[in-house]
Structure formats: C-alpha cells, structure tokens
C-alpha cells in the first residue's frame, strides 16, 4: 500500500489514517489531496486518525502541511477522532498544529464542513444534490 | 493496527480497509460493524475497497459475511472504489458476492444508502439533521 485513499463525500474529501506514514507515504497522501481538492472543488479535508495511538512531530508537521495547502485551495482542514492521549502528547510537544480544526468525531466534522458551505453560499453547486 | 475504524457519516457507516485483513482483524471488523449498527441505528454500510489491488476467495468470504449480518440488522452493504482488475478476479473466482451492492465511488454509494433511507420514511430520524 503505498497511496491512502481519498474519498469524496458531498463538499467534503476524506482520509483514514490506519498504517505508519512513512515520508513517501506522506508526500503522496499530500499531493493526492491537493490534486482531488482542485479536481472535486472540495471544500473541506476530513482526516481520521482514530486509529493512530502515536501521533509524532512527524505526522503532526504533516497535518500542518496538508492544512496550509488546503487553505491556499480554499479548503478547511478538520482532524477528527483524535484520542485522548494523542491530543496530550501533541501538546507535550508543543505542536500546536496551525491551522488545523479539530472535531471529536467524522459527522460533526463533516457538520463543520457542511457549514462552512452553507455560509459560503455554494450550497446548490456541492452538497444538496447529494444529501 | 488490530482494528479498522468505522467513521459514522449521517445513516451510514464508512469503513475504508487499506491493510490485508487478517483473521483477527476481519473478525474484529465484523463485530465492531454489526455493535455499531445497532449502536448508530445505521441504515448502511459503505465499504471502500479502492485500495486493494488482491481481493482474493477470503475477503470476498468476508464482504458476503458482513453483508449478511448487515441485513439481518436492517442494513444495506455497499461495497465501493473496485478496481477493474479486481472485478475481473472475482467474476473468475466464480465469487459473486451475494447480498452485496457495489457502487463506483463513495459518493455514489452515500446517494445509494440516501435513498434507501429516503424510501422507508425515515429520513427525519436520521442524515436530515447534518446534511
């Protein structure tokens, strides 16, 4: 497995982290996401990484990345599923992650996103067909 | 790794298997479907596939399995992201995947389960509030 799939879902795009991101790994999970977010005219990245119990400077840097980019495409970055003592180690290290939302769970961060649409007012062109 | 996480999107459960299913981690992953089901009143289950290039005789085994106890539970499965290659593999295993619709995205697959909530009137009990 060296891509982690993207799925697209209503305005949104969506990522499971479940293996160890390796840095080829990363750098393609990165560019993928930049691609499909221009190509899907997404207006948000959801990333779940409730299946990671270590969260590094690594990966951390990593998210930070994917949410500076977003935003540059115009799309707002939500980190959902975080566990507990991921959320205490991130802090440990002073990683902050800049610019990244969080929400506890994948339906309130595609709630997030969902809003940011309405506001927006692109409801019609994303979303309503769909859902 | 030891278990697949199972992110709830309004009625329906997504699951995207990224790793080679072992024994345990299939069978974790059927149980932990069927609790959440029950737990999230969900209608569907969306099982994206897009990352495997080998479904072989024990995933398809699998796929059918879970998509037996889903409909037991009032359920539908969704089995979305096949590649070509794979549908291939499967038509010549003779492995029909009984029980089993498939989709050509996730997002097709979420309009999928949308209207079968749709046609049984229970719309306002569940998607409605977040979408």
Known sequence: MDRIPILKIGAALLV???VDLHDSVAMALEEDLSNMIVKAGAKGVLIDISALEIVDSFIGRMLANIA???RMLDADTVVVGMRPAVAITLVELGLSLPGVKTALNAERGMA???RRVA???LEADHAAGEF
């Open 16 to 18: 499971t982290i479940q």
């Open 68 to 70: 500076g980019v977003a």
């Open 112 to 114: 997030l996103i969902q």
């Open 119 to 121: 506001e927006s007012g």
